[in-house]
């Protein structure tokens, strides 16, 4: 606000305007002799030095109110705040200031930051010196200092963190610094949450580091965030020296040009998993999967991990298992057709037989020139006719025993399978005089290994007639049927079922209720796996009286005819 000032009896602001006039009345032109001109001036003066006075209350009113504000929001600062003279004696402080060093205002007003009982510590746990400490520095040096960390004792023991700045204040009519103002904040929860935070990142790392898969981080950019030790191993490097590569970079080009098809579909939102195989030095192929895997943030792909793990022992051991389960398919179908040798020899035997005789009997009557053309040609039809039957039981018998491991798939009809397969058990079937029946849907296809689905038929028709062929009533009845797409084969025998607690375990490798010597276990085991290799299922009808397996495959083509037999 401007001064005041006067001139020829009139009041000015110092930027020269007037704000009034001084004016004497009387009721006659006087001449005002030198005490009155005295008399008015000084009453000018005294006017203008209340005027004066006046505007300085009203600035005072103002600079008051100014400082309450100030105060005020000092005292809602969460930061400590003290207010230091030279000597460094602490003249005020707002509340903040005691509930960070849990003092009473007795024990803080009067004391210095440096006071020897007020035990400080470094970062390192070492004392903290008071030459050191950053109100020591702002009077010496006359600047700011900034962000100083400072482990404080409180009185009841407790160690609290703060940070601490200290500014030094100038007056306008000084050069020295005259006072010290320090804030600082309790950072302790947040040193203790980042503590947490990088003991829980430490903890992460070391489990990553000890998992033996690749696993590394990258952002949308290409650019890694992360990796394990296993990862940065795989690529010669230290996980630094990857962290903040490009992924060109890491992988090289050749591998980037396989992955990157793979990495645009991922950053798309899109998880993506696949197999690569790789040849090593030594010839042996080593194989990893390899699972790419979006970061999401806010329902955007701000990046991906990557996973890759060594799979050449899995590989190995389903190669094995694959062996192990195609050797195991094989005994238990030499073990079936060991069931039916003892009917497939006489199946072979008798034809045999007969052949035996109609040559005997022709060479006779030759010998003893009897014979005619007429009786040769009926004898030689008859025995083409059961040397062809013989042929069909050899050539059901070699397909049947022959490694199927390596067939490939193939369409056939159902009724071809299941007559070769009962071309073997006929004689069996015949020898315990059980009934067979069959209603069999005619030439529509399924697709799959011909003898594989022949050994299930085979094991199923083995293990009713081993059920029954004891029994008064003694049947088993073969269906076949088309339900949307599927093929069904149905085996069911005079049986009155199978009990529930065999139900259960039936399925189950080496499970038999079969006489010791008499049967491996593996019949049904094997068989199930069969059938689901081709997509299919077998199962036990619970709801049918008698026992009944079901056969179901897929259809290889719609086209059918029905007829009984």
Same mark, same amino acid.
């Given at each position: 606000?401007?001064?005041?000032?006067?001139?020829?009896?009139?009041?000015?602001?110092?930027?020269?305007?007037?704000?009034?006039?001084?004016?004497?009345?009387?009721?006659?032109?006087?001449?005002?002799?030198?005490?009155?001109?005295?008399?008015?001036?000084?009453?000018?003066?005294?006017?203008?030095?209340?005027?004066?006075?006046?505007?300085?209350?009203?600035?005072?009113?103002?600079?008051?109110?100014?400082?309450?504000?100030?105060?005020?929001?000092? $005292?809602?600062?969460?930061?400590?705040?003290?207010?230091?003279?030279?000597?460094?004696?602490?003249?005020?402080?707002?509340?903040?200031?005691?509930?960070?060093?849990?003092?009473?205002?007795?024990?803080?007003?009067?004391?210095?930051?440096?006071?020897?009982?007020?035990?400080?510590?470094?970062?390192?746990?070492?004392?903290?010196?008071?030459?050191?400490?950053?109100?020591?520095?702002?009077?010496?040096?006359?600047?700011?200092?900034?962000?100083?960390?400072?482990?404080?004792?409180?009185?009841?023991?407790?160690?609290?963190?703060?940070?601490?700045?200290?500014?030094?204040?100038?007056?306008?009519?000084?050069?020295?610094?005259?006072?010290?103002?320090?804030?600082?904040?309790?950072?302790?929860?947040?040193?203790?949450?980042?503590?947490?935070?990088?003991?829980?990142?430490?903890?992460?790392?070391?489990?990553?580091?000890?998992?033996?898969?690749?696993?590394?981080?990258?952002?949308?950019?290409?650019?890694?965030?992360?990796?394990?030790?296993?990862?940065?191993?795989?690529?010669?490097?230290?996980?630094?020296?990857?962290?903040?590569?490009?992924?060109?970079?890491?992988?090289? $080009?050749?591998?980037?040009?396989?992955?990157?098809?793979?990495?645009?579909?991922?950053?798309?939102?899109?998880?993506?998993?696949?197999?690569?195989?790789?040849?090593?030095?030594?010839?042996? /192929?080593?194989?990893?999967?390899?699972?790419?895997?979006?970061?999401?943030?806010?329902?955007?792909?701000?990046?991906?991990?990557?996973?890759?793990?060594?799979?050449?022992?899995?590989?190995?051991?389903?190669?094995?298992?694959?062996?192990?389960?195609?050797?195991?398919?094989?005994?238990?179908?030499?073990?079936?057709?060991?069931?039916?040798?003892?009917?497939?020899?006489?199946? /072979?035997?008798?034809?045999?037989?007969?052949?035996?005789?109609?040559?005997?009997?022709?060479?006779?009557?030759?010998?003893?020139?009897?014979?005619?053309?007429?009786?040769?040609?009926?004898?030689?039809?008859?025995?083409?006719?059961?040397?062809?039957?013989?042929?069909?039981?050899?050539?059901?018998?070699?397909?049947?025993?022959?490694?199927?491991?390596?067939?490939?798939?193939?369409?056939?009809?159902?009724?071809?399978?299941?007559?070769?397969?009962?071309?073997?058990?006929?004689?069996?079937?015949?020898?315990?005089?059980?009934?067979?029946?069959?209603?069999?849907?005619?030439?529509?296809?399924?697709?799959?290994?011909?003898? $594989?689905?022949?050994?299930?038929?085979?094991?199923?028709?083995?293990?009713?007639?081993?059920?029954?062929?004891?029994?008064?009533?003694?049947?088993?009845?073969?269906?076949?049927?088309?339900?949307?797409?599927?093929?069904?084969?149905?085996?069911?025998?005079?049986?009155?079922?199978?009990?529930?607690?065999?139900?259960?375990?039936?399925?189950?490798?080496?499970?038999?209720?079969?006489?010791?010597?008499?049967?491996?276990?593996?019949?049904?085991? /094997?068989?199930?796996?069969?059938?689901?290799?081709?997509?299919?299922?077998?199962?036990?009808?619970?709801?049918?009286?008698?026992?009944?397996?079901?056969?179901?495959?897929?259809?290889?083509?719609?086209?059918?005819?029905?007829?009984?037999?």
């Amino acid at each position: 606000m401007a001064a005041l000032g006067k001139r020829e009896g009139r009041l000015y602001l110092l930027a020269s305007y007037p704000i009034g006039t001084l004016s004497v009345i009387d009721h006659k032109p006087r001449s005002l002799t030198e005490n009155q001109k005295k008399s008015l001036l000084a009453l000018s003066n005294q006017i203008t030095r209340l005027l004066e006075m006046k505007l300085q209350l009203e600035q005072l009113d103002v600079d008051a109110q100014r400082l309450q504000y100030k105060k005020t929001a000092i $005292e809602n600062l969460n930061e400590g705040i003290v207010l230091q003279d030279r000597n460094l004696n602490i003249i005020d402080f707002n509340s903040a200031a005691l509930e960070v060093l849990g003092l009473e205002p007795k024990q803080l007003a009067g004391q210095t930051s440096i006071d020897p009982k007020g035990r400080a510590i470094k970062e390192d746990g070492s004392p903290f010196p008071a030459r050191e400490h950053p109100v020591s520095l702002a009077l010496a040096s006359g600047k700011k200092q900034k962000a100083t960390v400072m482990g404080i004792y409180r009185p009841n023991e407790e160690l609290r963190w703060i940070e601490i700045n200290s500014s030094p204040i100038f007056p306008d009519d000084q050069s020295h610094t005259s006072f010290i103002v320090t804030s600082f904040s309790d950072e302790t929860q947040k040193r203790m949450a980042k503590a947490e935070v990088d003991k829980n990142e430490t903890y992460l790392k070391r489990v990553l580091d000890t998992i033996p898969g690749l696993i590394g981080h990258w952002n949308k950019d290409l650019i890694n965030l992360n990796a394990n030790e296993a990862y940065s191993k795989y690529f010669g490097k230290t996980p630094d020296e990857i962290k903040g590569q490009s992924l060109l970079s890491v992988l090289g $080009e050749d591998l980037f040009k396989v992955n990157y098809p793979y990495v645009e579909k991922t950053l798309q939102g899109q998880p993506q998993i696949f197999e690569i195989s790789k040849v090593r030095p030594n010839g042996n /192929i080593r194989y990893t999967l390899v699972n790419y895997l979006p970061e999401f943030e806010n329902n955007d792909v701000v990046g991906f991990f990557v996973i890759t793990t060594d799979i050449s022992e899995v590989k190995r051991l389903e190669i094995e298992r694959q062996d192990l389960t195609a050797k195991m398919i094989e005994s238990a179908k030499l073990s079936s057709l060991g069931e039916m040798a003892g009917g497939i020899a006489h199946e /072979i035997n008798t034809p045999l037989a007969i052949i035996t005789t109609k040559a005997s009997m022709l060479m006779e009557k030759y010998s003893q020139g009897t014979a005619t053309a007429e009786d040769a040609l009926k004898q030689i039809e008859k025995i083409k006719v059961t040397a062809e039957r013989i042929s069909k039981i050899v050539k059901g018998l070699r397909l049947f025993s022959r490694n199927s491991e390596n067939d490939p798939l193939e369409n056939f009809t159902v009724s071809s399978v299941l007559d070769a397969t009962l071309d073997l058990c006929n004689e069996r079937i015949k020898n315990f005089k059980i009934e067979l029946r069959k209603n069999i849907i005619s030439d529509f296809l399924i697709s799959g290994k011909f003898t $594989e689905i022949s050994q299930v038929i085979m094991n199923l028709m083995s293990n009713s007639i081993d059920a029954i062929h004891t029994e008064n009533d003694k049947w088993i009845k073969i269906e076949t049927s088309l339900d949307d797409h599927l093929c069904q084969i149905s085996i069911t025998d005079s049986g009155l079922g199978i009990p529930n607690d065999v139900i259960e375990k039936m399925m189950n490798p080496f499970f038999t209720t079969k006489e010791i010597g008499k049967g491996t276990g593996l019949g049904l085991s /094997i068989s199930n796996g069969i059938i689901k290799s081709h997509g299919g299922i077998l199962k036990y009808d619970t709801k049918s009286k008698h026992t009944c397996f079901t056969i179901q495959l897929p259809a290889a083509k719609m086209n059918v005819r029905s007829f009984n037999l």
